[in-house]
């Protein structure tokens, strides 16, 4: 097990340079930001190329990457054009973000599995003909549509909610914004365990689990719901990325001022501190996120052993 | 710099940005901004302004809307008129165009108690002017003299200070320019010019975090990215005190976000009606919209730097093709009229007496796609036979116009293929295009007049060789009227030369006028005396709040 973790957390030392290079290399394709800094009037020379040496923008692409990963190395993230540490915005975003996606984690792992395991069981009855039809009809909304509505409903028209968060973002500011963003994988992780579960339930082991005489709520719980899992925390794994970096709609429909929100700027602005520092941070969410999946797999299955 | 406190949220941030502006010499504390709802302050919408907010380095909308609440200058315009009115300067006076004696009023003071002198001018002038301070705004003291040996075009510095720049007391100081500029006071409510306190330049990092000035307004708090808020300052010695407590400034990434904001009664001001809301917008909010004239202009320029736009001849084609344009279809349709077709090269917050002419462009720049397509052939045709159209298209919904102007183009040419667009996919990459001289047909431009005068409309885009001149337009005739409008002393003369230029602009079509642009702003009911100034930006000191 240990001699697992350490080779996986090997495997991710290339993949941590090839993802930085990567972004680095396609920020710098958009081109010279400074230009831009100057609005619709023509950049100063001499003011621009103090900008640009500031910046190191004057020196070759390889020098600037080998320049700012000796800076990362050091703990240093570099600087957004306003002058603010990239660090100083990590730690702005990424405890809101983080709060977002614990939210929307959450109403999918709670919602999501209760809907699915219900609907599994109830293979082919109304229940489950109508939960199957919800989903495919969530899946389809697009999440600005289903982050627009809502918002106009919820914050304008009924005024139940704040229609967008404040900057401290508190978890009870949270719950319509998670909502929305958990809603498409809301579906996603129904529809996978009631597949998982109508599946199983059919399995040896069940069989004779129930023949054995275990009381219903053990045998669901204990046997099928335990086994039917694993393809569902797969999913869930690989979301957890994918909600901190894709939240992007999200936060703009409600201003949250997260990671989409930084990411959002940075590209704009074309700032390859703010973008490369943030992804770079985001990639290693991913890596991290995958390695706990495939160590829960081992405690979800007893059969599955890592050595 | 590695973080040395990582994890701190942003509650603790303004808490912290609090404290250190009690270390600075600050008359009055913290203890404004708590929760949410303050009595008396104004919530208003933002952006997060690009850079520092320092004055002289800061030439985007957002920056500025803080810098005309903490900042006064010499000159103030008026938010009505857009006339150049003194501010601190008591007097300016000149014999020549060129050698300017300034007096700045007795009784003013920064926030923090220090005095504005002559001195908090000069020097304020100076840091913004050095190359090494690395300003945006630098180039706005360009005609000061000895602005080469502080801001030389390589190289470093070989002064400290420009030489036209004298103090001569503790209020009065010259500035000596290169060149006659009889209009150069007007210009001096630009927000590059306003004074700066000692602490500025003694404790500079501490500024940046909280910046002190000597406006209506003082910041309590400042947390980057997310929010300002500032309240109103008792002890200021101006006129136009604020009328409300203070003013909470929140950062919206999307101004639809903030539309909805303010229909929640979460939000009392926004300045930027999303172009989706622009059909609702008076159906929600009634007479709290405001839909005024603003200081830009949207114009298509020629690459005049390529021989087969600037060919003797060439300019029928530059004139027909304004023509193919139909103005007045695209600002109606598209715009919901927050646009005005323009026809002339300045704009109406400029005023008649100012130098706005309506109808100076004449034919070339009515609608008429018979005598455009007649016009065109006689200059030769299209050259290649076909024009695009070029702009950046990630923000300010451009693609919609560029597709509508175009489309305009092949009605009036019976020709499906004569006009097509060129979209580039981010502001800085068209930019870097445009001042590369990439451009080999028409590509937009928008001005944002920097001073309601007629000459910033001209000079810097039309002039030879001018900073945003990207067409490199060049006609002897032109520079020497604006010369001649510059050394005259009598406004209504000079303005007049100033038209007289821009006559020849309408012979030879440098640059195609297409609409004067709008300032938009909605208000909820918890507010009254709203007004933009002709820089679209709300008068936040004249709002009162019910």
Known sequence: MGRYVIRRMLQMIPVFIGSTFLIFFMVYALGDPVAALFGDKAPDPATAARIRKDLYLDAPLWKQYLHYMRQILTGNFGTAFNGQEVTELMADAFPVTLRLTLVAILFEIVVGITLGLLSGLRRGRSLDTSVLLITLVVVSIPTFVSGYVLQYLLGVKWSVVSPSVSPAAPFAELLLPGVVLALTSLAYVTRLTRTSIAENSRADYLRTAVAKGLPRHRVVTRHLLRNSLIPVVTFIGTDIGALMGGAIVTERIFNIHGVGYQLYQGILRQNSPTVVGFVTILVIVFLVANLLVDLLYAVLDPRIRYA | ?546
């Open chain 2, 1 to 546: 710099m590695p973080g040395p406190m990582p994890g701190r949220m942003r509650g603790t941030a303004a808490l912290v940005a609090c404290a250190t502006g009690v270390a600075l010499p600050a008359l009055a504390g913290c203890g404004g901004g708590g929760a949410g709802n303050t009595a008396g302050v104004v919530r208003a919408s933002w952006g997060d302004p690009q850079g520092p907010l320092e004055p002289a380095n800061t030439n985007e909308v957002q920056g500025g809307k803080v810098l005309s609440m903490i900042f006064r200058g010499l000159k103030q315009y008026d938010p009505r008129t857009g006339e150049a009115q003194n501010m601190l300067a008591e007097k300016i006076d000149s014999a020549d165009q060129q050698t300017f004696t300034i007096t700045v009023k007795d009784g003013w003071m920064f926030s923090n108690g220090e005095k504005v002198t002559a001195k908090s001018f000069v020097d304020a002038w100076n840091y913004a002017a050095r190359v090494e301070n690395k300003q945006k705004n630098a180039s706005f003291f360009q005609d000061i003299q000895g602005y080469d040996k502080v801001h030389p075009a390589s190289g470093s510095a070989s002064a400290k200070t420009m030489s036209g720049l004298v103090v001569k007391d503790e209020r009065t100081f010259t500035v000596t320019l290169r060149t006659q500029f009889s209009t150069w006071p007007d210009t001096l409510g630009y927000a590059a010019y306003a004074p700066l306190p000692r602490a500025f330049f003694d404790d500079h990092a501490n500024w940046i975090k909280k910046p002190v000035g000597n406006g209506p307004y003082m910041i309590d708090s400042y947390a980057k990215g997310s929010a300002m808020r500032l309240s109103r300052w008792d002890g200021y010695p101006g006129d136009d005190k604020a009328k409300n407590a203070g003013v909470e400034l929140r950062v919206y990434t999307d101004n639809n976000t903030a539309y909805t904001d303010l229909q929640a009664g979460n939000l009392d001001i926004v300045d930027d009606i999303p172009s989706a809301q622009l059909k609702n917008v008076k159906n929600d909010l009634g007479d709290r919209y405001l839909n005024q004239p603003a200081g830009i202009i949207q114009t298509l320029v020629f690459p005049m730097y390529d021989a087969n736009w600037s060919r003797p001849g060439k300019e029928k084609v530059r004139r027909g093709l304004s023509m193919a344009v139909n103005r007045d279809e695209i600002t109606q349709q598209i715009y919901q009229k927050t646009r005005t077709p323009a026809t002339d090269w300045t704009s109406p917050v400029l005023g008649e007496k100012g130098g706005y002419k309506a109808g100076l462009c004449g034919d070339a720049c009515t609608y008429d796609p018979g005598r455009a397509r007649k016009l065109i052939e006689e200059g030769g045709g299209l050259p290649g036979g076909k024009v695009t159209i070029t702009s950046n298209v990630d923000t300010g919904s451009h693609r919609v116009w560029m597709d509508a102007v175009c489309n305009s183009i092949n009605n009036a040419l019976g020709n499906d293929k004569a006009c097509t667009v060129s979209p580039v996919g981010t502001f800085a990459d068209f930019r870097n295009q445009v001042s590369d001289q990439r451009m080999t047909s028409m590509f937009r431009s928008g001005w944002q007049m920097d001073y309601p005068l007629v000459q910033n409309f001209l000079q810097p885009l039309y002039y030879t060789g001018a900073s945003s001149n990207y067409g490199k337009f060049s006609d002897a005739q032109f520079d020497r009227l604006v010369d001649e409008a510059n050394a005259e002393s009598d406004t209504e003369k000079a303005v007049g030369k100033f038209q007289d230029a821009e006559k020849i602009l309408a012979d030879q079509m440098p640059a195609i006028p297409l609409w004067y642009q709008n300032g938009s702003a909605g208000y909820s009911e918890n507010i009254g005396g709203v007004e933009l100034n002709p820089f679209s930006v709300p008068v936040y000191e004249r709002i009162t709040v019910k």
